[in-house]
């Protein structure tokens, strides 16, 4: 394992995610973290992240003193300035800061560099303030470039490197090579990381955490990460898991069917299905403040769930689709709160009076991961590429109040929008796509007729991660087709708009 020290960079997950997917598993930790926890984790490397702090500032974080006992150690950024300041170095401030690409020299032999082409120095990706003006004992320059005359440098004696540059980027050429380079030729790692090494690990970790005779709940949404949770429990502890699918009455078309006729019926998991639609939507009655949508519906959510699992006798373990970023954004860095854009809601926030132990199979994952270990436990295609589905279901896609009306014209519309999407072959290439149906009412003609009917929005984003997302530049013959269709066949519906704004400033749902 390659443990990252994380100095509140950004990028810090890139780092996580190169390694990862050249085999190496790596495990992020905060700066802050208690000492001890770095020495039991035993890694065979340790990478210094990046970070917003300068090391010229007084209080500044700094790796903890444990790490330098012989492991090899990467610095990156603010790691390498850290680095070199903690060994005896100095780091200055620049006179200013240099951003974006810059060419590498590379200037000595060094395991870092080993398969880059050398005939030809490379572009690497700097973000940097400050920079190292005095080397440690024992360190030489491997490589520099115009902004930083110690834009790589290495004590290959102690196994100790510092780049000024950031490797984990995509915009740094060979970037994935030279983290592979520390962990396979300095670290000595195996590549051994894979989804179907991890799949037999964690059905071992199940059975050891639940034992020969617990029981589990497992609460199912439809969405990837809770269909892999339960199909992995599943073939750890057979008829000890229980599915409970809370239908909210606020899912897509054809959606809960689905989860019925995969999870019961077709892999013969025992599934309490709870159709509590009609509760939902009358206490969503009148209701068009989207926090307070999106409290109610968390609330119920609970309540419901919590009814469904006092049935189920023995139960003492929760499963729950955690995944690794959310595990990584709960140990902020800094210690600080973030802003609340909105309260969101998933299977996740159970309230600690359930008294349920958890079982997170998913803790160390990133979606991908998730994906791929689907893949492993034999999910179809098509549950494992579905698009990422709020919790609170299609209440955040109606903005303002919301009744059994509304929801059955957006999920006619939207089933149009996302089978032309299909049809087309996009949806794989398109992070999210929906409809959305505005609460005001335009007039139009049809036939001889006037209408005055709802105006439909569509949204399509491509993101990596949710966090940030383009449009989608969808043609505007396809706009134009989908927008026909959609006028002509949803009834309750006469205009379509398509929502041009990226995240941010906007968020991908409209509520
Ligand atoms: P926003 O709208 O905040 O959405 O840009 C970012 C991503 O999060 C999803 N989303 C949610 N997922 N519970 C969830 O499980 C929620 O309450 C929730 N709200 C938004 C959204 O679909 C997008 O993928």
Redesign the pocket.
């Known amino acids: 394992m390659i443990l990252i020290i994380d100095f509140g960079s950004q990028v810090t997950q890139l780092i996580a995610r190169r390694l990862r997917d050249a085999g190496f598993y790596s495990e992020i930790v905060p700066s802050t973290s208690d000492c001890n926890y770095y020495i039991e984790k035993k890694p065979k490397g340790i990478v210094l992240s990046g970070g917003p702090n300068s090391v010229t500032k007084f209080n500044t974080p700094r790796a903890p003193d444990i790490i330098w006992n012989g492991i090899p150690i990467l610095g990156i950024c603010y790691g390498q300035q850290t680095l070199c300041e903690q060994l005896g170095g100095k780091v200055e401030a620049n006179t200013k800061r240099e951003f974006g690409r810059a060419r590498l020299e590379v200037i000595a032999e060094c395991p870092l560099f080993h398969n880059l082409p050398k005939e030809t120095d490379f572009d690497v990706w700097m973000s940097h303030g400050d920079h190292v003006s005095e080397l440690p004992d024992g360190f030489s320059v491997i490589a520099r470039s115009t902004g930083a005359p110690f834009a790589a440098i290495a004590d290959i004696e102690r196994n100790y490197y510092g780049v000024q540059f950031h490797p984990e980027v995509v915009q740094t050429n060979g970037g994935s090579q030279i983290l592979e380079n520390f962990a396979k030729l300095i670290c000595k790692c195996v590549p051994n990381w894979s989804m179907a090494a991890y799949k037999i690990q964690a059905i071992d970790g199940i059975k050891e955490q639940v034992g020969n005779t617990g029981r589990v709940i497992c609460g199912l949404s439809g ?1 990837v990460d809770s269909s892999v949770v339960a199909k992995l429990l599943h073939q750890a502890i057979g008829d000890r898991l229980t599915c409970v699918f809370v239908d909210h009455g606020l899912l897509r078309k054809g959606e809960a069917e689905e989860v019925i006729e995969l999870f019961s019926n077709y892999y013969n998991i025992n599934l309490v299905h709870r159709d509590a639609s009609q509760f939902f939507l009358s206490n969503l009655k009148g209701v068009s403040d989207p926090e307070k949508k ?1 409290k109610i519906i968390g609330a119920n959510f609970i309540e419901v769930f919590d009814e469904e699992a006092q049935k189920i006798a023995g139960a003492e373990f929760l499963a729950q689709g955690t995944l690794y970023p959310d595990v990584i954004e709960s140990i902020s860095v800094a210690g600080g709160k973030h802003v609340t ?6 299977v996740g926030g159970l309230p600690e009076y359930m008294k349920l132990k958890l079982v997170e199979p998913l803790r160390t994952l990133f979606k991908d991961e998730v994906r791929q270990l689907g893949r492993e436990l034999g999910l179809p295609e098509v549950l494992i590429r579905r698009h ?5 279901g299609l209440a ?1 896609r109606i903005p303002g109040s919301i009744n059994a009306d509304k929801l059955n014209i957006l999920r006619n519309a939207d089933a149009i929008y996302l089978e032309e999407i299909r049809k087309e072959g996009l949806y794989n290439k398109i ?2 796509a929906f409809a959305v149906l505005l609460p005001v009412k335009t007039v139009g003609v049809m036939g001889d007729a006037r209408s005055y009917e709802h105006v439909c929005g569509l949204r399509a984003v491509t ?1 990596t991660d ?2 940030t ?1 383009e449009i989608y530049p969808f043609s505007s013959e396809f706009l134009s087709h989908v927008a026909t269709r959609i006028v002509n066949e949803v009834s309750g519906i006469n205009r379509v708009v398509y929502d041009y704004t990226s ?1 941010p400033p ?5 509520e």
């Not at 854009?341 to 998933?346: D, G, Q, R, V, W």
């Open positions: 969405g999106r854009i909105k309260s969101h809601h998933n990422p589905f709020p919790g609170p955040i992070w999210q993101s949710g966090m997302a995240k906007g968020t991908i749902e409209w």
